[in-house]
């Protein structure tokens, strides 16, 4: 899934705060964040970051979630 344009760091890290913030809305925020990061694992960032990424703050997730390029088979 390739990164929406319209949707700026900013807005994405908002998003990473929400999903952790636990919110009503949380399916929404991860539906939103899903569709608009290419990472295949962008939720896992969160729930279940790999050990450089424990207590991360939401500007490095996103960092994370945006720097993921896939491979070219």
Known sequence: M???ANVTRDEL???VRRIQAAD???DYY???LSTNVSHPGAIDLI???PADLADASPEA???AA??????AL
Request: cysteine-free; aromatic content about 8%; proline content about 8%.
């Open 24 to 26: 009503d809305d949380m």
């Open 30 to 32: 991860v539906l939103l």
């Open 61 to 63: 997730v996103i960092d």
């Open 47 to 49: 729930f279940h970051p």
């Open 66 to 71: 945006l720097s993921y390029r896939p491979i």
């Open 2 to 4: 390739a990164e929406a």
């Open 13 to 15: 890290i908002e998003i």
